[in-house]
């Protein structure tokens, strides 16, 4: 990993000791996402709660990427607030038929077959809005997160073997088990790979740290009573969407506490994710008891997997394109690209009617491009932008319009 700004002189000897800290942090991953395509980087800005700036030891901005990669901590539980804000006007009915045919989740649509307490359809609805989590963890055996609702709650429950989704809106039951010799869901278990906590989402965004960054330490801060460092990250290249990261990190056990985005082009954060309350004392050992309800509809992971729908995309649909996706560029201004196979510019029909919706729902408020690539339309958000050209191909990143189109020109 390329050097960190910095106005610290160090030894060579300290040099080395840091940079395999940074090495260490290299296994983070930086998630790729637009409206079911994949795009580019997510980060955080300075928006954090502020009830008074403690007096903490100094460190430097390698310490504090080092003191997050050595965090260890088995035992939490708390409360964690989400807003996520892409600007997209109200999809309607129409994010409902995106988000099931992405996902593959049967609760949201089709023929009714599957479960609505599938874990893999009902932790997307984390990617907008806004959310309360109460997440709890007692070392890699047992796991607890719930998604609180209007009235409702929805809960991913691990404990030793089994993993249970329990959706209380539908009376519904999600039921697999992990494959015992290491703890690892058998391959028709999904995981939660949707971030949810401030360490899922600073794990994702340390990948970032390299020459094209710059990272700083931004004082202090406290959230949910917690004394925390702020870690500033910022992109160096032009073309990027992503304005400034800053997590908040506690100063005592290094565990991400608050993580904030906002685009470059300003406003109000497009992700915040921190905690309210947090305790890393050992939660109750009935946290992560369950018992499906009387009855409650009950589906094995097994049964789930046999419906068509579940956990792929239906034929045809966007997803099929990512087998060929290629990342162009690098650092903040990387670039997904594929091609859908498709002709003629965006999707206008497809056996659902969703892809159909799609393209009539782009094309209402995309700017048409042209290029040596020919024409397209861009679909932007507050961060991440699309291009759809007329022969299929899909550019998108957390870059600008202008970047996108080099893009397109420069693959002719």
Do not use: C
């Not at 290029?371 to 958000?381: A, E, I, M, N, Q």
């Amino acid at each position: 990993m390329a050097p960190i700004d910095s106005d610290d002189n160090r030894t060579a000897g300290e040099g080395e000791e840091l940079r395999a800290g940074r090495r260490k942090a290299t296994r983070y991953v930086v998630p790729v996402a637009v409206m079911g395509v994949a795009a580019a980087t997510i980060g955080l800005v300075p928006a954090l709660a502020d009830s008074g700036d403690p007096d903490l030891p100094k460190v430097t901005a390698e310490q504090l990427i080092e003191k997050i990669a050595k965090s260890d901590v088995q035992q939490m539980s708390g409360t964690v607030r989400i807003n996520t804000d892409l600007g997209l006007p109200d999809l309607g009915d129409l994010e409902s038929g995106l988000m099931s045919g992405m996902s593959g989740g049967p609760g949201a649509g089709g023929d009714g077959e599957g479960s609505a307490a599938d874990p893999s359809a009902k932790l997307t609805e984390l990617v907008s809005g806004s959310h309360t989590l109460r997440v709890a963890a007692d070392g890699p055996d047992r796991q607890k997160l719930s998604l609180l609702e209007n009235a409702a709650e929805y809960s991913l429950i691990h404990n030793g073997d089994d993993v249970w989704g329990y959706d209380s809106k539908s009376n519904e039951v999600y039921h697999s088990t992990t494959s015992g010799s290491d703890g690892r869901p058998e391959k028709d278990v999904p995981e939660k790979d949707m971030p949810a906590t401030p360490k899922d989402f600073a794990d994702q965004a340390l990948k970032a740290v390299d020459d094209t960054t710059s990272v700083t330490v931004g004082g202090t801060a406290q959230v949910a009573g917690r004394d925390a460092y702020r870690l500033v990250v910022e992109p160096k290249q032009d073309g990027s969407t992503v304005g400034a990261i800053t997590v908040a990190v506690d100063a005592e056990t290094g565990t991400p506490l608050k993580f904030t985005l906002t685009p470059a082009s300003g406003g109000a954060a497009v992700v915040d994710v921190g905690f309210t309350k947090v305790s890393f004392a050992k939660p109750d050992a009935s946290t992560f008891d369950f018992t499906p309800p009387e009855g409650a509809k009950v589906t094995e992971a097994d049964e789930s997997a046999k419906a068509p729908e579940h956990g792929r995309p239906a034929e045809g649909g966007l997803a099929e394109g990512l087998d060929g996706l290629k990342v162009v560029g690098e650092g903040w201004n990387a670039i997904a690209t594929f091609d859908t196979g498709a002709r003629g510019g965006l999707p206008t029909a497809s056996p659902d009617g969703d892809l159909g919706a799609l393209g009539g729902f782009l094309g209402s408020f995309g700017d048409q491009v042209k290029g040596d690539f020919g024409s397209g339309t861009v679909f932007k958000t507050r961060l991440v932008n699309a291009l759809i050209t007329d022969d299929g191909k899909v550019y998108a990143g957390a870059v600008t319009k202008d970047a996108l189109v080099k893009a397109a020109d420069a693959a002719q």
